[in-house]
C-alpha cells in the first residue's frame, strides 16, 4: 500500500489529546471560538437520541457569519456560467443580509417560519440564508436541479409561508427557467403568501400578485437589522435528503452545535489562513454547500470563489482556468467530478498555472485511488495535502478526515484517515460488536457530537427509527466500511438501499414508487451499478401491465415522469423490462440479484449476495431472469 507522507507541517497533539479526555468539554472549548450573546448553563442534555448542545446560550449564525467579520475583506469571488464576474465584500454581505432580514420580516416572517428557497449558485443565495438566521427563520434550500413535484413536496412538508427564487438561472450555456418551477409547483398552496423573485437572467417572466422582485424589496428595506438572540437549539435549517422509504426526509439542524462543528472542522481540514482563496465546488442546494459554502468559510471570514454553473462548461479546463484566475489555494471537490476531468487527459490541466494550490479535497462519495494519484500528481504537483472527507447531511459537518490544519500523517489513497476529535466512531457486526480490524461492518457513531441532526422534521418516530433502531443508543450511519491495521477507516459505500450518484442522493423506494404511478407500469425495482464517471447510475427493472407492448414512446414517458416527480438527476441510465421480478419467499425484491445482472456479474458472485434468499433461490432467480432479459431488454 502507498503511503504519502505529507501535511503542512501542523503537529498539534493536544487537541486530540484534550477531545480524548472529556469530549463534552472538548466541544465546549471548540464552542468558545464562536461568538455568543448568552454563554449556556449545560453543555449537553443527552435523552438518546436526542441530543441539545449548549442549553440557555444564544447565539446568531448570520452575526458569527457577519457582523464578526473583517468588513472590507472579499467575501465572495463570483463567477457566472456566461463568465459574469462580482466581487463581494463581507460588509457588502451584510447590508444586503440586513436588508432581506428587514424585508421578510416585512412580508409577515417570525422566528421559526420556514422558508423555501430555490436560487441558482449566486451571491444572493448565501445571502437569503443568512437573512434567514438573522431573524430565526428556518430555511430550506432546494437544489435547483428538482422538479415542480418535489419542490411542492418539500415546501408542503415544511410548510413554508415565503419561496425565494430567481427568473433563472444558467446551465450548460441554457436558462434554466426557476421561477417557471415555482409556479407550478405552488399553483394551489394558498399558505404561500409571497415569492422573492431575484432576477438573474432578465428574461421574460410573468409576476403575480404574491411575487416581489428582489431588488424592489431591498431597496425600501433598512440596512439595519439587529442579530435575532437565538436559543442554541434553535432550529438553523432543514435539509431535505433521500432515505429507503417513501418521500425524502427532513433533516433539521439546530444552531449553537451546528456552528460549532462546521467551523471547528472547517479550521481543522482546510488549515485556513487569512491569505487564502477557498474554492468548493458544491452546489448550496446539497449538504456539502450548506456547510463549507454558506457557513463554514464565512464563521472563519474567509476569501471564497463562487461559480454558479456546470463545472465542464463550456470545457473541461472550466475548473482550472478558476484556479489560474483566482489563484485558488484549496480546491474541494467529489470525485465523480475528478473522473470526468481525469478522462479529458493531463494536458488540459497541465497547461494552466495551478501552483497556488496548497491543500486539496474530495467529498461525497469514495475516491478510488487512482483518482487519488492523479489528483495528488496532476492538480497537487505533489504538493499538496488531500483530504478525503467522509460525512453525511444528519452529520453535519466532517467526521472522519485528515486534518492537515492541526496535524500532519501519512495518507493513504482511498482512506479518510481517522474520526476527527470528539467523534466516536466503532465497525460493527450485525449483533453489535466491534469488528476486529481489516474486516468489513457498519460504521455507527457511538457519542452525541454537536453538528447532529435534532430529528427529521415533523416525525421523531422516523428519527429514532432509521438511525437509532439497528443498535441501541448508537446511531447507525448506512454505510460500510473497514479499519485497517494502522486505525485508519476504508468507506466501502451504502449498507442500505440508498444510491449514489455522482455523489447524489437518491432514495430507491421515491424513484420506484414515481416509475409505478406510469399507468401501464406495475411494478418497479431500481438499484446501482458502478459507472467509471458517476461512481453509480441507476438501472431501472420494470414490470409492464398485461398486454402492454413495450417501446420507445412508453420509454420517453416513463423518463418523463421521473424527471416531473423528481427531476433529470434521478433518470434511469437503462430500463429492463421483465414478466417478474426475482423476490425471495418472503416478497423482498432480491435487489442486489438486479444488481449483479445489470452489472453482467456471475452467479458465483451472486450467491453471497445478502438478500436473504437461499442460493438455489437465487439461482433459479438468477436463469429465469437472463431469459426473460434476453426478450425484452434495451437501453435508453
Ligand atoms: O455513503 C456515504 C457517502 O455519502 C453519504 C452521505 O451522503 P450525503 O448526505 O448526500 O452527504 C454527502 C456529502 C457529505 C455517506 O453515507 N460519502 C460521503 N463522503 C464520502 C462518502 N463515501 C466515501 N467517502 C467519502 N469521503
Known sequence: MDSYLIGLGNNDTKTRQEASQDFVKFWESQAKKLDWFESWNTPL?????????????????????LDVQKPDKIAIFWEGENEERQIVTYAQLLDSVQRLANGLKSLGVKKGDRITIYLPMVPELIVSILACARIGAIHTVIFSGFSAQSIKDRIVDSQSKLVITADGGYRRGKIVKLKDVVDTAISDLDFVSNVIVFQRTNHPITMTSKDIFWNVLLEKNSNICPPEKLESTHP????????????????????????????????????????????????????????????????????????????????????WDLIQRYKITIFYTTPTALRMFMKFGDEIPNSFDLSSLRLLGSVGEPINPEVWKWYYNIIGKTKCPIIDTWWQTETGAMMISPLPGLETIPLKPGSGAHAIPGVDLAILDESGDTVPAETKGYLVIRKPWPGMLTTLWGDDAKYKSVYWSKYKDTYYTGDYAICDKDGYFWLLGRADDVLKIAGHRIGTAELESSLVSHNLISEAAVCGIPDQIKGEVIIAFLVAKEGVSISDELRGQIMDIVRKDIGAIATPQSLYFVSKLPKTRSGKIMRRLLKAIASNEKIGDVSTLEDGAAVSEIQSAFDELQKQIRSYSFSS
Open 45 to 65: 442534555e443527552w435523552n438518546p437520541p436526542f441530543a441539545k448542545w449548549f442549553v440557555g446560550g444564544k447565539i446568531n449564525a448570520s452575526y458569527n457569519a
Open 236 to 319: 438553523l435549517y432543514i435539509l431535505y435528503t433521500s432515505g429507503t422509504t417513501g418521500k425524502p426526509k427532513g433533516v433539521l439542524h439546530d444552531t449553537g452545535g451546528y456552528l460549532t462543528h462546521v467551523s471547528a472542522t472547517f479550521r481543522w481540514a482546510f488549515d485556513i489562513k487569512d491569505s487564502d482563496v477557498y474554492f468548493c465546488t458544491a452546489d448550496i442546494g446539497w449538504v456539502t454547500g450548506h456547510s463549507y459554502v454558506a457557513y463554514g468559510p464565512l464563521l472563519c471570514g474567509a476569501t471564497q470563489v463562487m461559480y454558479e454553473g456546470a463545472p465542464d462548461y463550456p470545457n473541461s479546463a472550466r475548473m
